[in-house]
């Protein structure tokens, strides 16, 4: 059983030079997670478009987790996020939650579409837990189409120059 994600994020009047240095900025990965209100948070970035890889970790409090899942979590859920871009425009994703048992892979696209760009995020989240398995994949699901969409609000005021 698997549950998947896919979000279209747009960053009207952008070009992709603009967001993938967004992108690549740790600045922007850490405002991210300040947005988010993170109890900590960390990002490394090697480079800028294609052969680059970026690590971003952010740890969460669990007060607004279902308690049948904060019990698999404990009081803090520490998420990492691997990019692989593969092109300028196209990064392999790999997400984990250290030390629990899950796995969300897929892909991040970006697409020049008129005076816009906009960011195709697709991944698979998969945990293997007995019984509550699928309803962990819709929490999970959850919080990061939650993340991927508030990255897109901090992206908007970062491009506007705010």
């Known amino acids: 059983m698997s549950t998947t994600i896919s979000e279209k994020l747009t960053y009207p009047g952008a070009t992709l030079e603009q967001v993938v240095a967004m992108l690549a900025d740790p600045a922007f ?3 991210v ?7 900590r948070s960390s990002a490394s970035n090697t480079g800028t478009g294609a052969g680059s890889t970026a690590r971003i970790e952010i740890v ?3 007060e607004h987790v279902p308690s049948y ?3 698999f979590v404990g009081d803090e859920i ?6 692989t871009w593969t092109t300028d425009t196209h990064a392999d994703v790999r997400v984990t939650i250290p030390g629990k048992p899950g796995d969300m892979t897929g892909t991040y696209d970006l697409a020049q579409v008129g005076d816009d760009v906009v960011q195709d995020v697709k991944l698979t989240v998969k945990v ?4 509550v398995g699928g309803k962990v994949e819709d929490l999970i699901a959850g919080l ?3 993340a ?6 901090v992206g908007l005021r970062w491009l506007a120059g705010a």
Not at 33 to 39: K, L, P, R, W
Not at 128 to 131: A, K, L, Q, V
Not at 148 to 153: H, I, T, V
């Open 78 to 83: 520490s998420i990492v996020q691997d990019e």
């Open 69 to 71: 899942a904060r019990k």
């Open 29 to 31: 990965r850490e405002q």
């Open 148 to 153: 991927y969409r508030a990255e897109n609000k």
């Open 128 to 131: 293997n837990i007995p019984f």
């Open 33 to 39: 997670a300040t947005y988010q209100t993170a109890v």
């Open 144 to 146: 990061l189409s939650k």
């Open 60 to 62: 969460h409090g669990t």
